[in-house]
């Protein structure tokens, strides 16, 4: 596609349930970004991806928190047992080197 | 630390000129970026400065001055549209990739007719 696709755009998970978040990025955008983003706030750094490989994930703000891209394009983000402090918009980003990030919609999380 | 600094919300008329300032306290500096987000949207990219100056695109113009730890973007002949969050991120030097982008909190801004 010609943007970053998130999916799903909503999701609804019961305390203590394990989710799923996908993010597709542009084909061929090497650089893949994970940004946390509570209401009325700016967007917080979670992990990188070059590739497949994970070269920065200390904004992971707990070890619930696990994002793999194993070939490279889709990745996703897995949250394991949600507490109602996930609950924020998880926003997806990709670019080729250091040009501007193209954002994902993004994926609303509430955890009920 | 790192810091960013914004307006936490801003009101203009439609037609007119708003300026959006952005201040930073950072540890490093390798360019700033603003980038616009609409309500339930993703952030989309406005402008770029690395060095000190003007940088004009259409409606929007975007200033540095690194001296200062300072910019701003200005947004002219205001649509309704232009109603939306604006975001101001520093890239950190030395960190290639985006990896290290600050994000202030965005400034919301309101254009009334």
């Known amino acids: 596609g010609a943007g970053v696709s998130q999916s799903p755009r909503y999701k609804v998970a019961k305390r203590g349930q394990d989710v799923a978040l996908r993010c597709d990025p542009i084909s061929g955008h090497v650089s893949l970004f994970w940004y946390q983003q509570a209401l009325g706030q700016g967007p917080e750094f979670l992990t990188y991806f070059q590739n497949e490989a994970q070269l920065d994930k200390s904004g992971l703000p707990s070890d619930r928190f696990f994002a793999e891209r194993p070939e490279g394009s889709v990745s996703t983000l897995k949250i394991q047992r949600t507490q109602q402090e996930d609950s924020a918009v998880y926003l997806c980003?990709?670019?080729?080197?250091?040009?501007?990030?193209?954002f994902g919609n993004g994926t609303r999380l509430t955890v009920t | 630390g790192q810091n960013i600094d914004q307006p936490t919300e801003m009101t203009a008329t439609e037609g007119a000129i708003v300026q959006i300032n952005c201040t930073y306290q950072t540890s490093g500096f390798n360019g700033l970026f603003w980038y616009q987000q609409h309500a339930g949207e993703a952030p989309t990219f406005l402008s770029y400065n690395v060095l000190d100056g003007l940088e004009e695109k259409g409606r929007f113009s975007s200033f540095l001055s690194r001296s200062k730890g300072y910019s701003y973007l200005l947004l002219k002949e205001l649509q309704m549209k232009d109603s939306a969050s604006y975001l101001c991120?520093?890239?950190?030097?030395?960190?290639?990739?985006?990896?290290?982008?600050?994000w202030g909190l965005g400034t919301s801004l309101a254009v009334n007719p």
């Open positions: 991120a520093v890239r950190l030097q030395g960190a290639g990739n985006n990896r290290k982008l600050i």
């Open positions: 980003a990709s670019s080729t080197g250091e040009s501007p990030l193209h």
